[in-house]
């Protein structure tokens, strides 16, 4: 295939195969040669062949699969958060937040218009700055960090990656993993490399094997990790952080989505003397996804490189968005109405878990918006039969890195939104279609 790729640039090289794929000659699925290949059979620099393939992928034209290549990418539809279209099932794997739970806008709305912005104007709303580096400092107190707003906790996470990395690089993900994170480091063309994720977090020898494997960024969710819903303990997050100690400037990147309805402690990978690092906070669960915006949390020169990426001139996050997030997260009312959200979601997976427990389904509600429940027969096998009593579940398969997996015996079940009825049919239905 490498023979029918021309170009000596990376421009020409992605147009290339471009060119191949609209002609047909590249299928979907269709494997490219390695970087290193490609480049000996142009005769061009490795570097280009790599930026070649980063347009592609930035593009959607490709996919990276690590270890087992760069491929043309089809049309096949991914799996993605959020209810499933034109299904007449209860969908049960949403991941979503109760609409119920969120608080309404309006009043907020009404307060926030002020003069305009304009161009070349700072990109963050000082109030907003003001109020973040207070809620970030109670968790990161001996850390030195700079304030960066984002179009939501996934916009974060790309421009991290991309002011980092190059194509081809390795990136530490949990595994299983948040969906959005794989789709965001197949896009970019990096090279996911798993860390399982037990009870306490990510685990140590996982993460050290990562390291020794030469990843250059760490993907982590120290609370209600998605789908598992396990949170780092103080004692597995002091261990991660000594493992790390070696390692400085393998940028971190936390995705603290949960942040305000969590019921666990905030542990972090981030010791004071490291030195590259994120943390992101998304309102999007508590506040509402259409919110689109996110707090980071970053040391200096990263901070610079988001800058540079968020400029005044067309890329940065709408004032108003951020006046409306802080007339929000500043008002008590609207507060006490996040707090009662939180309860409300650990009481119902609880209450789920129990009834499961009941059922003789062995489960535990951690921390999240769902729960992770272990059956014994294959995922799969099990949502099937589930669809036959009208149900849409989410399987564990969805979450896994490596498509050549064995597959997985777990659901992901969003139930914190079932009625009482609804909730002990689920489990009979359960119990039934896992035997």
């Known amino acids: 295939m490498s023979d029918q790729i021309t170009g000596t640039t990376a421009s020409e090289i992605a147009d290339s195969v471009r060119s191949l794929r609209d002609r047909g000659s590249l299928q979907p699925g269709s494997l490219l040669p390695p970087v290193r290949e490609l480049a000996a059979t142009l005769g061009v620099n490795r570097n280009t062949a790599v930026a070649a393939y980063r347009q592609l992928a930035q593009a959607g034209l490709v996919v990276s699969r690590g270890r087992a290549g760069t491929v043309v990418a089809g049309h096949e539809t991914v799996a993605q958060e959020g209810y499933a279209p034109d299904t007449v099932l ?8 109760d609409p119920r739970l969120i608080p309404d806008p309006a009043p907020a709305l009404m307060t926030i218009a002020s003069r305009p912005v304009l161009y070349g104007e700072p990109v963050i709303d000082r109030g907003l700055e003001d109020w973040a580096r207070r809620w970030i400092a109670a968790d990161l107190d001996d850390v030195d960090f700079r304030i960066t707003v984002t179009s939501g906790a996934v916009d974060a996470v790309e ?4 002011q980092a990395l190059m194509r081809d690089d390795a990136v530490a993900l949990e595994e299983p993993c948040f969906l959005a994170s794989i789709h965001t480091v197949r896009l970019g063309g990096y090279r996911a490399v798993p860390v399982p994720v037990d009870a306490e977090g990510m685990t140590v020898d996982g993460l050290r094997a990562a390291l020794d494997a030469g990843v250059r960024a760490i993907i982590c969710t120290p609370r209600a990790q998605n789908p ?3 949170s780092l303990t103080a004692t597995r997050a002091a261990e991660l952080r000594a493992v790390l100690a070696d390692h400085p400037y393998v ?9 305000m309805l969590s019921q666990r402690r905030y542990e972090s990978l981030i010791g004071p003397d490291h030195r590259r690092f994120a943390l992101v906070r998304s309102v999007s669960k508590f506040l509402g996804p259409d919110m689109c915006l996110a707090i980071a949390a970053t040391d ?14 067309t890329t940065w996050v709408s004032h108003l968005l951020q006046r409306l997030a802080l007339t929000q997260l500043t008002d008590d009312a609207v507060m006490t109405e996040v707090a009662a959200a939180a309860a409300h979601y650990a009481e119902r997976n609880a209450a789920f878990a ?3 427990r009941a059922g003789g389904i062995d489960a535990t509600a951690s921390d ?8 014994p027969q294959p995922a799969r096998l099990v949502a099937d039969r589930l669809m036959r009593r009208g149900w849409l579940a989410r399987t564990g398969d969805d979450f896994a890195l490596d498509d050549r997996a064995d ?3 777990h659901l992901r079940l969003t139930v914190h939104d079932l009625s009482g009825d609804e909730a002990e049919t689920l489990v009979a239905d359960l119990v039934a279609a896992g035997r």
Not at 251 to 259: P, R, V
Not at 301 to 309: D, F, G, I, N, V
């Open 368 to 375: 999240g918006m769902s729960l992770w429940v272990e059956l």
């Open 354 to 356: 129990e009834r499961l």
């Open 159 to 162: 421009r991290l990656l991309a």
């Open 300 to 313: 200096a020169e990263t901070a610079e490189r988001l800058a540079m990426r968020l400029s005044p001139g």
């Open 90 to 97: 209860r969908d049960i794997g949403t991941g979503n937040p």
């Open 251 to 259: 940028l971190i990147i936390e995705d603290d989505h949960f942040s």
């Open 407 to 409: 597959p997985s015996h």
């Open 228 to 230: 598992t819903g396990a």
